[in-house]
């Protein structure tokens, strides 16, 4: 069974940087998409990058030009740095695999999931 696991999350002042990790272990190698997504209560899971086998990127448009996604496929491990954070972008971000290779933006194609790591952005 595999497991993905987020760090890298914390508290930071507007305009400041993070960089989120999401280390993938016991998975079979095959071509699949990463993503992240970023959650607040009482909202739904909301897509924010995603990033292909062969690292195609795709980009939500509220952080697009300011979070840029990464692979490293030899480690298993998936980055988004994060910078010009802003308030609005406070939320539990999660890390994502799904064998869908088109890189849906819809949290329903993606099967598997980590436990998320919190992003706090203060004004």
């Known amino acids: 069974q595999g497991q993905l696991v987020e760090s890298g999350g914390g508290s930071v002042q507007s305009g400041g940087s993070l960089r989120l990790s999401c280390a993938a272990s016991?998975?079979?190698?095959?071509?699949?998409?990463m993503a992240w997504f970023r959650q607040t209560p009482g909202k739904e899971r909301e897509f924010v990058s995603s990033i292909s086998t062969g690292r195609t990127t795709n980009y939500a448009d509220s952080v697009k030009g300011r979070f840029t996604a990464s692979r490293d496929n030899a480690k298993n491990t998936l980055y988004l740095q994060m910078d010009s954070l802003k308030p609005e972008d406070t939320a539990m971000y999660y890390c994502a695999r799904s064998s869908y290779t088109s890189c849906p933006t819809s949290s329903i194609y993606y099967k598997y999931w980590g436990q998320g790591t919190q992003v706090t952005v203060s004004s």
């Open positions: 016991g998975y079979t190698y095959t071509p699949s998409c």
